[in-house]
């Protein structure tokens, strides 16, 4: 009853039901013949099997290197992207203290100019009050001075 057996196996097989245990008529001097083993395929095939194979495996690698030099291009690129939007930020927060600066500097420089006519104001207040005081003290003198002369005149005229 075998239904898909190869030649070589039928023949073993009928060679072993043609002597049965106990039979012991013939088996010694009857030489079984076993059918030749032959290699399961060509030694050039599997060669190319083999070099396939091997292509394959390379493939693979190839793929699998392009794939993950792809996945660190695209991290690459993301650190760029994203190194160019806190660069971008960076730019757009100095640009604001740049013009918060200048504005405050603006609002000095107006101080200062308010500061320096006020200055300037008190200044020529106060020299002038200083030239009234300076004119009045040199009038004062000039009248001390007129009187001394006056007493010295009587003095003098007293000692002839």
């Not at 898909?4 to 008529?25: F, V």
């Not at 000095?108 to 300076?134: F, G, P």
């Amino acid at each position: 009853m075998s239904l898909s057996r190869s030649p070589s196996q039928n023949s073993l097989e009928n060679q072993q039901q043609q002597q049965k245990p106990g039979d012991t008529s013939g088996s010694a001097t009857k030489s079984i013949s076993y059918p030749r083993i032959l290699p399961r395929g060509n030694p050039d095939e599997h060669r190319q099997a083999m070099a396939e194979e091997q292509e394959v495996q390379e493939s693979q690698l190839i793929s699998e290197r392009r794939r993950r030099n792809t996945q660190a291009a695209a991290r690459m690129r993301e650190r760029q992207r994203q190194r160019e939007r806190e660069l971008i930020q960076r730019r757009n927060d100095l640009m604001g203290r740049v013009h918060q600066l200048e504005a405050e500097l603006a609002a000095i420089r107006e101080q200062r100019v308010a500061s320096e006519a006020s200055v300037t104001n008190q200044y020529d207040s106060v020299l002038q009050d200083l030239s009234k005081e300076l004119e009045n003290a040199n009038s004062a003198m000039c009248a001390i001075v007129d009187e001394v002369e006056k007493l010295v005149d009587i003095v003098r005229s007293v000692d002839r």
